[in-house]
């Protein structure tokens, strides 16, 4: 059924909450998993102030770092038997996610949702982008993490 499942990652920690249900999917079909990070840094250039140096060196630090993340998630998840490859590309992230996609003909996206709070419901999000621009099976799995605010963790930790 699913053979080749992209998993796009932003190098947060909610983006990875997804991975145990990929794991799951991934042995249970015998597929491959591609991680992907799309920087955006370049393709928003036009909405940037500064000099070309200056977005230059960001973009470059930006893959550099993501590259890192993608290569240390692949390999962790490799050591679990799993078929995985990484690609960053810059993209503005939804478009560049639904195009990967239908460029590799991949059966599956599985993305997480970070459950932004109320611009999310002005502003869209990414998975939503890619849920309603997919031409193939989006698996969402919305993931949030609550704090308390930092006085109020305080006051309940009795400091």
């Known amino acids: 059924?699913?053979?080749?499942?992209?998993?796009?990652?932003?190098?947060?920690?909610?983006?990875?909450?997804?991975?145990?249900?990929?794991?799951?999917?991934?042995?249970k079909y015998q597929a491959d998993i591609t991680l992907i990070t799309l920087g955006h840094l370049a393709s928003a250039a036009g909405a940037l102030e500064g000099s070309l140096e200056v977005l230059k060196d960001a973009t470059a630090h930006e893959k550099k770092i993501s590259e890192k993340f993608l290569e240390k998630t692949a390999n962790s998840l490799k050591e679990k038997g799993l078929t995985v490859a990484w690609v960053y590309e810059e993209a503005m992230p939804a478009h560049g996610i639904v195009a990967y996609a239908e460029k590799r003909k991949m059966d599956l996206i599985a993305i997480a949702t970070h459950g932004k709070g109320e611009f999310a419901w002005v502003l869209g999000s990414v998975a939503e982008k890619v849920?309603?621009?997919?031409?193939?099976?989006?698996?969402?799995?919305?993931?949030?993490?609550?704090?308390?605010?930092?006085l109020k963790a305080e006051w309940f930790m009795g400091s």
């Open 131 to 150: 849920l309603s621009h997919a031409t193939v099976p989006v698996l969402l799995f919305r993931v949030m993490e609550f704090k308390a605010p930092a």
């Open 1 to 27: 059924m699913f053979k080749k499942i992209l998993v796009p990652l932003d190098g947060s920690e909610l983006s990875v909450k997804i991975l145990p249900q990929v794991e799951d999917l991934a042995k």
